[in-house]
């Protein structure tokens, strides 16, 4: 089996409602870009990547002359083709590597005719749980505002009927920390018997991240998630306060890996497939974890169906997966795949068992949402359309205002 060709295709989704975070909002839709790679047999393999535009799809392009006649089964080599740790220092390229990743994998799968986590040592579980992932949200059509502990309670709620969730993720580092610990200990009140989990996403001062992380000790904690910057950040806290430390921010390559367990700064390691450069890195570094007793989960850094079979068939392998996966999955009104979203089932998505990555291009919604980009484009991730002239510090000391409600236009 060889490469022939690469394609890429930015879509844009739609968001039920545009999701508040640290650094600005995703502005009511999600826009990623859809990677193709066809082989000389006929098969097409699928991957995925945050962000687009012209500029993406030209970067995939622009790989076509490294890939074209690669083995897709030739794993390890095509890293250093297109990404050794030298090279990559001059053209940063692991996100497109991951998504190309995906698509091998998935070529081989559906060359063999096995799934994904055959190719991966075989699933431990045949579904992955995950948590119910609650955003400050501003209002869209349909959907109203989250703003306040009663709204985040409420949508929890609604979330935990509709897909059985028993596990809530708080997406915070928009309002004042204060506030946000409020906007906790309600959830907390509200769900005594499920778990919880806070991320602000860095952006708390070494003071607040104490206050926060000593304040909710007595909580049915998972684990505080990346309360400060840096991994001596994080290591101060950790040796502070009674909650175990979570990263995703930090620990995202193997370097950083050896500095946690050589002084450890974070309890649990959320693999991204993404940012390690695709599903097998993540497996990797999971081994290196059980090790050395580090917990790990399944990061989302936002997905259509094609990076969820990702993060689902990662979910299936990792005998230590000790967390529920986090996903913005929920969130949106659609998906490319074939048969519509993948759904949830009390709290937990069933991995894909098809050949492959085991889900296929619905083209008609390819088609439906490349058109929707063409007429939205991008947003800026890191700017909030409530706050004009607002951008992020780290830490910040400048949050929105609780007491206001905005509408914005996306
Ligand atoms: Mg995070």
Redesign the pocket.
Known sequence: MKIVDIRATTVAVPLEAPLRHSNGAHWGRFVRTIVEVEADNGLVGLGEMGGGGESAEAAFKALLPYLTGHDPFQLEALRFKIANPTASLYNNRTQLLAAIEFACLDLVGQHLGVPVHDLLGGRVRDEVAFASYLFFRYAAEGHKEIRTPDQLVEQARELKREHGFTVHKL?GGVFPPGYELECYRALAAAFPEDRLRY?P?AVLSMAEGLRFGRAIEDLNNDYL??PVFGLEGLRQVREQVRVPL????VVVNFEQLASNVMRRSADVI?LDTTFWGGIRPCVKAAGVCETFQLGVAV?SSGELGIQLATMLHLGAVLPNLGYAA?AHYHQLRDDVIEGGKLPYVNGAIAVPSGPGLGVRLDRDKVARYAELYRETGGYPYDRDPGRPGWYAQVPNERFADPDISVEVRT
Request: proline share 0%.
């Open positions: 997406k991320d996403n998630e990346d979570a990263t995703n921010t959320l990061h986090d």
